[in-house]
């Protein structure tokens, strides 16, 4: 049973340029969150989607946005890239809906290099 | 802002018990208290989580105080692949339940 998958692993883009950053949930999970976690810090929640739209979402500008598929993928788009988004990027699943009884599995990451 | 507090460093020798701390005096009633580690260059993982009876599984066991304003987790027999960043989360409302991470603490086992 595969769990939570992210690609790419590592990227390096460009000040300026934009990116997607992709997920796919561990099996039999509905509810993808996503997360920004600078070096030597905890992460940091950035949005949440369920039934194909955002639920919640964090502190972040709107620079950052998502999509979530029928099959409960989901991506994460960074647009007008900033040095300060270099961070790992965390995709993590739940279910069911992600209620407060449900655990979260996260990903690897994805490291995001802006230069 | 993260609901827990936690001591940003702790040591333990291998083959000993790690007794990880956790302050979440303003949790509420429904509030679960979820334990989660990182071991560098990787997600976080899931540990274990409870309510206010305390809990044990494969992993570590979680006590929480009766009055739940704190909580332990603890590794009864650390091993060297036990060396990771342990982050004590209460799940926060706002539509659903977010975790909130804070800076967690960073356990080291030694041998």
């Known amino acids: 049973d595969a769990g939570v998958t992210q690609s790419p692993t590592h990227l390096i883009k460009t000040r300026g340029q934009q990116v997607t950053l992709r997920c796919s949930p561990k099996s039999g999970h509905d509810t993808v969150s996503w997360y920004q976690q600078a070096l030597g810090q905890g992460p940091q929640f950035i949005f949440q989607y369920y039934e194909e739209e955002e639920r919640q979402r964090g502190n972040f500008p709107d620079r950052f946005s998502g999509h979530q598929f029928p099959n409960y993928s989901s991506e994460l788009n960074v647009n007008a890239l900033l040095l300060g988004d270099s961070a790992l990027y965390l995709c993590?699943?739940?279910?069911?809906?992600?209620?407060?009884?449900?655990?979260?599995?996260f990903g690897n990451g994805t490291r995001l290099t802006v230069t | 802002d993260a609901k827990t507090t936690q001591p940003p460093s702790m040591d333990c020798a291998e083959g000993r018990a790690a007794n990880l701390p956790c302050n979440h005096s303003?949790?509420?009633?429904?509030?679960?208290v979820y334990w989660y580690r990182q071991i560098h260059s990787q997600g976080p993982q899931y540990i274990i989580h409870g309510l206010k009876n305390n809990e044990t599984n494969e992993m570590a066991s979680l006590i929480i105080t009766e009055d739940r304003k704190s909580s332990t987790l603890i590794l009864p027999h650390a091993t060297l692949r036990d060396t990771a960043v342990y982050y004590c989360?209460?799940?926060?409302?706002?539509?659903?339940?977010?975790?909130?991470f804070g800076r967690g603490t960073s356990l080291i086992v030694h041998p």
């Open positions: 989360i209460v799940r926060e409302y706002g539509g659903s339940y977010i975790p909130t």
């Open positions: 993590a699943s739940s279910d069911p809906g992600g209620a407060n009884n449900s655990p979260l599995h």
């Open positions: 303003t949790i509420s009633g429904n509030e679960y």
